[in-house]
Structure formats: structure tokens, C-alpha cells
């Protein structure tokens, strides 16, 4: 059985969430689910390795967690934006750390056309 560090643990959480968010926005819905998931544990939680919370991480998610936070706060026609916003964020990050799941994280992207109405 594989194990995770805390943080690789959140960040599945965070993707697994970001699937249903993703569906939901697409979808149109009047009421988005709620994130189970505290995200400010992203710059405490305990990582594989610790090099991977230097440099610009925690600005990085702090982007992130600004993104997520506005898809829920802003109207429905800007949340395809928004949300697309935070999935750039996760891209930027990954792309100078722990690389391995961007190209499962683009397949998160909401076509602009996708404006639900």
C-alpha cells in the first residue's frame, strides 16, 4: 500500500474536489459544493520534501486558495473564469515542483465556451 506525505495527500483531496467543482460550474448549478478540505493546511502541512515549500510556494498557493475561494463568490457567468484561474494556479506551481500530475491537472480546465447559462 502506497503512502503520502500530508500534503500529497491534500493535494489528491484538492483534485478530487476540483473534479466535482469542475462539474458542477460546467453543469450550470445554482449552489457549488462545498470545499471538504481546509485549504490553508497547504502551507503547513508536512511535504515528501521540504524543498518542494521553497521559493514562491506559499505565494503560489495563496493564489490558489484565492481562485477557489472566488468561484464560489463570484456570479455564475465569471465562475468558468475563476475556476480556470485556479487551475492555472495549481499549473504554475507544479510546473518548478513535484511536476508529475500536470497533465492531469490541465485535463481540469473548463472550455470557455462551457458558459453555463
Same mark, same amino acid.
Given at each position: 500500500?502506497?503512502? =503520502?506525505?500530508?500534503?500529497?495527500?491534500?493535494?489528491?483531496? @484538492?483534485?478530487?474536489?476540483?473534479?466535482?467543482?469542475?462539474?458542477?460550474?460546467?453543469?450550470?448549478?445554482?449552489?457549488?459544493? *462545498?470545499?471538504?478540505? %481546509?485549504?490553508?493546511?497547504?502551507?503547513?502541512? +508536512? $511535504?515528501? *520534501?521540504?524543498? +518542494?515549500?521553497?521559493?514562491? =510556494?506559499?505565494?503560489? $498557493?495563496?493564489?490558489?486558495?484565492?481562485?477557489? %475561494?472566488?468561484?464560489?463568490?463570484?456570479?455564475?457567468?465569471?465562475?468558468? +473564469?475563476?475556476?480556470?484561474?485556479?487551475? *492555472? $494556479?495549481?499549473?504554475?506551481?507544479?510546473?518548478?515542483?513535484?511536476?508529475?500530475?500536470?497533465?492531469?491537472?490541465?485535463?481540469?480546465?473548463?472550455? @470557455?465556451? %462551457?458558459? $453555463?447559462?
Amino acid at each position: 500500500m502506497r503512502t =503520502y506525505s500530508e500534503l500529497s495527500g491534500l493535494m489528491l483531496g @484538492v483534485q478530487t474536489y476540483q473534479k466535482i467543482l469542475r462539474d458542477s460550474v460546467r453543469s450550470g448549478a445554482y449552489q457549488l459544493p *462545498d470545499n471538504p478540505m %481546509d485549504l490553508e493546511r497547504m502551507h503547513s502541512a +508536512e $511535504a515528501t *520534501d521540504s524543498r +518542494e515549500l521553497e521559493g514562491n =510556494y506559499h505565494e503560489l $498557493a495563496d493564489r490558489f486558495i484565492q481562485w477557489s %475561494d472566488s468561484v464560489h463568490s463570484t456570479t455564475k457567468t465569471r465562475r468558468i +473564469e475563476a475556476f480556470n484561474k485556479s487551475i *492555472d $494556479a495549481c499549473i504554475q506551481c507544479h510546473s518548478s515542483r513535484c511536476p508529475g500530475p500536470i497533465s492531469s491537472i490541465r485535463k481540469l480546465y473548463l472550455p @470557455v465556451s %462551457d458558459s $453555463a447559462s
